[in-house]
């Protein structure tokens, strides 16, 4: 019986493997991406291209890098005298790799897209990142001692192997990583995190990442599900001394109900991993809403910047403490969590940053005063973000809709009566979503 353990605890350990894939798979789906702009507090997926204006240079291939890991492997192979079963004398060959030397680095680096650049940090991340050499070579070739150890291995058939991975400028990325202020400036970047689970880099597109999961699990699975089978055959077998092969013809009832237990035991991993899946991107999207409510807030408290400006200037401040008063009166500055109501909020910001563009157009001078100028690029850097969070909860709503709409995620949703919210609508574009282009 103690031998039936090994094949039951490499099927459990098997499982365990297998449930951390599927998650991080559902993980990939769900998290909306964000632009390099609307990168918020939290999980974040972002794509981008590396930019970096003094990059590292990698080991091997001396080539540019920002992050970049290489490991140098010598082979062996030796003969050796030993006994079988019977006493016999025999001699067996064996050979393998054994890694000599490794090493790597890595440097923060900014990752750019159409909206603008973000800070990354790599350390602590899984890189996921493409081969720059794999090669083997003899003493022959310089390339044998100027990277390697000068000395050989025991048993050396002075071969070695060389392998290299980075990550170069222009190298286009998918990231999923916790965001935190920086400290220098407040701004946010793509760092390691104790309370984030996911801090993955790869060059794979997200389709791909996806796709290979998938394959990963389905494998892992099966490997677990046979591994399970086995547990019965090995049990019977060392307790009676048949054959693994008499076993499985003469007992199959036991792999029966053995394979039965593992269905049951995996059945109730993937069971969690769903009902699990739509808590967090239910969580997700009441994080999203709250985030609109943050730039919202951040709108109306530049409002006193704005009057500063106008402050003792009779021709304009009348005018801009009208429109104030306007979109005061409207409710701008009220919390709420639904979404009708969030979206007329944002309209009605719109219609104010609307205002402060015509009363720019009709007093040039107002436009060349620094300080307005200075709360103009406020304002429209607050438009953008609140257009970023806007567009987040709506990606972050789609992904629960098909989540709640789709097979097997639909019978727990039901079967446990799941409650998405009520009232969840997307976000539609306000009639200005984007300030205008304009000189200021």
């Not at 039936?4 to 990939?28: D, E, G, N, Q, Y």
């Not at 990354?120 to 050499?133: F, L, N, Q, W």
């Not at 693994?244 to 792999?255: A, F």
Request: glycine letters at 6%.
């Amino acid at each position: 019986m103690t031998f039936a353990l090994i094949p039951f605890f490499i099927s459990l350990a098997c499982l365990f493997w297998w449930r951390s894939v599927v998650l991080f798979k559902r993980t990939v789906e769900d998290v909306p991406t964000s632009k390099v702009k609307g990168v918020f507090f939290g999980l974040n997926e972002v794509k981008g291209s590396v930019m970096s204006d003094a990059p590292l240079q990698t080991y091997l291939t001396e080539k540019p890098s920002v992050w970049y890991e290489w490991s140098i492997s010598e082979h062996w192979k030796k003969t050796e005298r030993y006994r079988d079963k019977d006493g016999n004398q025999k001699t067996r060959t064996k050979s393998g790799w054994r890694k000599v030397d490794s090493g790597g680095s890595f440097q923060s680096f900014f990752l750019k897209d159409d909206t603008g650049e973000l800070l990354i940090e790599p350390e602590g991340a899984k890189v996921d990142a493409p081969s720059t050499m794999s090669s083997s070579c003899s003493p022959t070739d310089p390339f044998y001692y100027e990277k390697g150890p000068d000395r050989a291995i025991a048993n050396s058939t002075h071969r070695r192997r060389f392998s290299e991975r980075s990550l170069t400028p222009n190298d286009e990325l998918y990231i999923l990583g916790p965001a935190k202020l920086r400290q220098e400036v407040a701004k946010p970047m793509i760092a390691q995190s104790k309370e984030a689970k996911y801090y993955f880099i790869s060059t794979k597109s997200e389709t791909q990442i996806i796709r290979s999961k998938n394959v990963w699990a389905f494998i892992i699975i099966i490997f677990s599900f046979v591994a399970a089978l086995v547990v019965p055959v090995v049990a019977i077998s060392v307790e009676t001394g048949v054959e693994p092969q008499e076993v499985m013809l003469e007992n199959p009832g036991w792999i029966f109900v053995s394979g039965l237990i593992f269905l049951a035991v995996a059945s109730l991993f993937y069971l969690t991993i769903l009902y699990n899946g739509l808590i967090r991107v239910r969580n997700r999207l009441i994080h999203a809403m709250g985030l609109i409510e943050i730039q919202l807030k951040r709108r109306h408290d530049l409002i006193p910047s704005l009057l500063k400006c106008v402050k003792g200037i009779a021709s304009y401040e009348t005018e801009v403490q009208e429109l104030v008063a306007s979109y005061r009166s409207l409710g701008a500055n009220e919390t709420s969590r639904e979404p009708g109501e969030i979206a007329e909020k944002i309209n009605q910001g719109a219609g104010f940053v609307r205002g402060l563009f015509v009363l720019s157009e009709n007093y040039p001078d107002l436009s060349a005063d620094q300080n307005y100028d200075s709360f103009m690029r406020a304002l429209l850097d607050t438009e953008d973000r609140i257009a970023l969070a806007r567009q987040f909860y709506n990606d972050s709503l789609l992904a629960l809709q098909d989540r709640l709409l789709t097979f097997p995620d639909v019978l727990v949703a039901k079967w446990f009566r799941f409650r998405a919210g009520k009232n969840l609508s997307l976000l539609p574009d306000p009639e200005m979503a984007h300030a205008p282009k304009v000189s200021i």
